[in-house]
């Protein structure tokens, strides 16, 4: 290796030693012409595993390209900063931890950037390994909290006008860039390569997707969970909040040099909030038309990032609240809201009313429905059994609402005592349970749930005497069967 390498790769890691070993010797054994050289950069962000030992026995075997740096201050945008001060070549590119390059992945770099002068930044697929069979509601719509990017075959330009966001996993940079716009911000310790590319492309710079610049990414197992992705989007959201992301989008998707102020409530801007209720009434009709889960979740998914945005902005709003200004921004006049204001002290006074009277009172109550619960110490519900197939043959209750998915306990308790309670509507009890039979059977064959296999569903009329530490959940005082569907 010589002092002046061609492209300098940069990894900025903590605490995963395993991982960055696989992603070294990807980088190691790269096929590259003589006439082109590079250097491996490894920043150790503080680390408190091998990883330090690790790295200096890979030079000490004959890694000569490999170079070891530290950065004390936690946070990657520290270490991707302190790897772009030390690098010596004109090209940076950058990697994590837990991905691996393809074997022309640097040869695949200087190339394209010798065949564009004009491109300062590229950007690549990153492809998944997964851990185990990815849920069925996993397709492409939901691969950004995987840091998972595959835009295709065919290469294209992310400008202003069509800003495509690459991710740091697999980009390579000019080092004039960096000279022009400044490194990674510290203000972001997630998304940095977003802001990042904000700042890009608003200073007129191209980048370029090369379909050929693969690099590989672990899924891990803890990342295929719904509730995962839904914190994910409300984070990125957040982030997305700091960055006045949505306010600095125009017409078709082009990025606007600076956010635009429209139309605002309490400081939040109103078609963001309009986008909210739209995506949620696109929630609830998806969910009543029975749409792949896919689309609901991903509805639900927006709906997420749009609440952490919009939370994000009333935080910050609130940290820099101006009474006066705020004042003069409402939509409605002070006496109309002081209106407002006494209505909701009413409600909510007569709220905290009946909570401390431990009553339900209606137009206070929000569940008046439940106002004579304490008159009738009894509960009468339908309640579905599942008899399993396997010997012993025993019976469990149908009570997880993954293992009635889409339904939850409630929805389908009302649905089959209307049903049963109906003669006209009693022949079509068979059917919906032989619907929940085969919705669990399917949703346990997709592994979406862990429970047994069943052979048939048992409905039974059940009464409890009320306890009020629900002890007797599990020992009904009667019980009687109602239908019984086998698969």
Known sequence: MTDSPDVSVVISTFNRSPSLLFTLDSLRHQFVQDDLDYEVLVVDNNSTDETRVLVEELI????????????????????RNAGIAAARAPIVAFTDDDNDVGRMWIATIKASFDAHPDVDVLGGPILPRWPSAPPAWLDRRHWSPLAIVDYGTQPFRSTASRPVCFLTANMAVRRRVFDRIGGFSPDFPRGQDHEFLL????????????????????VQPERLTRRYHRRWHRRHGAIAAAMRLQERIGHGGALLEKPVRGREFFGLPGYVCGELVGEVRALFKSWLAHDDIGQTLHHSHRVSYLAGYLRERVRKQIRRWRWREAAANLPLSPHRYVMVLMLMAVILGGSVFDIVEDREDWPLSQYPMFSTVDAAPVLRSIRLMGVTREAPVREIALLDDDLIAPLDQCRLSTGLARTFGNPSRRALAPAMMRDVLERYEIRRMNREHDGPPLKAVRAYDMTWTLDPEARNVDRPDEKRLLAEVER
């Open 60 to 79: 000490a075997g004959g890694f000569s390209r490999l170079r070891y740096l530290f950065e004390a201050r936690p946070g990657v945008s520290f270490g």
């Open 199 to 218: 700042r890009f492309w608003c200073s007129g710079g191209h980048a370029l997707y090369v379909p050929s610049l693969v690099a590989s990414a672990s």
